[in-house]
């Protein structure tokens, strides 16, 4: 009877994560292996760009005027979904985070980056009390969805490279900061001494002129304070021409961080394509044939030296009598031959939801110039042979050639 009772739960258990997986996968950008993936993409890019079409067009008193019920009810129907969404997020979060337990992998999702996009893309629109104009000012993240879904993971290298930027010159740009800030607190009480008896509703005290250094500082010049006194005008036109030198100032830090991050990489692609060279490493089991030999006797190509060898937690420089031992991590260099047709190397991690899921490798729709050369089952190396069917766990590796146009 226990025996079916834990039978029972664990087909339980692997049903749910299945469907967990699907979920994953129909929430996943860009993940089309089945119709309803593709699908769900595609609604999820309509009703977010029906929910800020509907935002815009009540903003006009024509389109409130004769449509308003209806874009209230697209706005809703929309935010609706997204909150459908950030819940199934949530129920597929352990999938998102498979090295985490569930509860784990929820908590890592809602307070990531993207989670919190997703609920404050729905939620002031439930709660306008803790969210006043919620409705209105959290459109913005909406719009963070949308270029999500539009897949410009390309573009977050070069985001990273802002960051880095901003990282390593944060001591110049603090530095310039405070000149700012001081500089801002001088001209404001500046200004209160020769405006205040000529305009003493505007320059109450000194820091009614913080509002007026920091437009004209920062070069904005909103007019709405502005000195009438003769001194006072002088003095402003002064700080008008500071003000352009200390803008100019984070903005040259920056550009020269740029152009340092610019050079840098250059650098190392540069030295990267002399050098030419590749580093794979290998873990080597009972079972090896080089387990046991010396480096002298592996007859490896010319090409082909090993570098070090990691040994629990020593690196070892090997020696020619060096010996191989069971465990061993040996890294190895290799020198990249132009002449051969490049490889693209590819690691693919089969979950419950994937299409190649329960396939044989032989049924599987790969493309001609693709080649499966190895599975890895729980921690194993299994040759793919054509009746091996891949399961839920699985890691395949393969390899894509590039065609080449021999005519050009």
């Not at 390309?154 to 985001?159: E, T």
């Given at each position: 009877m226990s025996k079916g009772m834990n039978a029972g739960n664990l087909e339980k258990r692997f049903n749910s994560r299945r469907i967990k997986a699907k979920i994953f996968n129909m929430v996943s950008v860009g993940v089309i292996d089945e119709p309803i993936n593709k699908f769900y993409d595609v609604i999820s890019i309509i009703a977010i760009?029906?929910?800020?079409?509907?935002a815009f067009a009540i903003t006009f008193d024509y389109m409130e005027e004769h449509y308003k019920g209806l874009l209230l009810a697209i706005e809703a129907v929309t935010t609706a979904f997204f909150a459908v969404d950030y819940v199934l997020r949530i129920v597929s979060a352990n999938e998102l985070y498979p090295k985490l337990s569930e509860g784990?992998?929820?908590?890592?999702y809602i307070f990531s980056f993207t989670g919190l996009i997703d609920l404050l893309s729905f939620l002031p629109y439930y709660l306008p009390v803790f969210f006043p104009a919620g409705s209105t000012v959290f459109r913005l993240f909406r719009v963070a969805r949308i270029l999500r879904?539009?897949?410009?993971?390309?573009?977050?290298?070069?985001?990273?490279?802002?960051?880095?930027?901003?990282?390593?010159?944060?001591?110049?740009?603090?530095?310039s900061v405070f000149i700012i800030f001081i500089l801002m607190l001088a001209s404001s009480l500046c200004m209160y001494s020769?405006?205040?008896?000529?305009?003493p509703t505007v320059f109450q005290n000194a820091f009614s002129g913080i509002w007026?250094?920091?437009?004209?500082?920062?070069?904005?010049?909103?007019?709405?304070i502005y000195p009438v006194t003769i001194t006072g005008k002088i003095l402003g036109i002064i700080i008008s021409f500071l003000g352009v030198g200390m803008v100019a100032i984070p903005t040259g830090i920056i550009s020269a961080g740029f152009v340092e991050q610019y050079q840098r990489l250059k650098t190392v692609g540069d030295y990267e394509e002399e050098e030419n060279l590749h580093f794979?490493?290998?873990?080597?089991?009972?079972?090896?044939?080089?387990?046991?030999?010396?480096?002298?006797?592996?007859?490896?190509?010319?090409?082909?030296?090993?570098?070090a060898i990691q040994r629990g937690k020593d690196t070892i420089i090997p020696r020619g009598d060096t010996v191989i031992e069971k465990g061993d991590v040996i890294v190895m260099c290799a020198e990249k031959v132009k002449d051969i047709q490049p490889i693209d190397l590819k690691e693919i991690v089969i979950n419950e939801g994937h299409s190649w899921n329960g396939v044989?490798?032989?049924n599987l729709d790969i493309s001609r110039q693709s080649f499966i050369f190895m599975v890895r089952r729980r921690g194993k190396a299994l040759l793919p042979k054509g009746s091996l069917v891949i399961k839920a766990g699985d890691v395949v590796l393969l390899y894509e050639k590039h065609v080449r146009n021999e005519n050009v």
């Open positions: 760009i029906l929910n800020l079409a509907a784990k992998s929820i908590i890592r879904l539009f897949r410009i993971n390309s573009y977050y290298d070069q985001l990273n490279v802002i960051t880095e930027i901003i990282v390593s010159k944060s001591q110049q740009l603090l530095a020769v405006e205040h008896q000529a305009q007026w250094s920091a437009s004209t500082l920062l070069t904005v010049g909103y007019g709405d794979i490493r290998v873990k080597i089991l009972d079972s090896d044939v080089w387990n046991g030999k010396k480096i002298i006797d592996l007859a490896l190509p010319k090409d082909v030296i090993i570098v044989a490798i032989k």
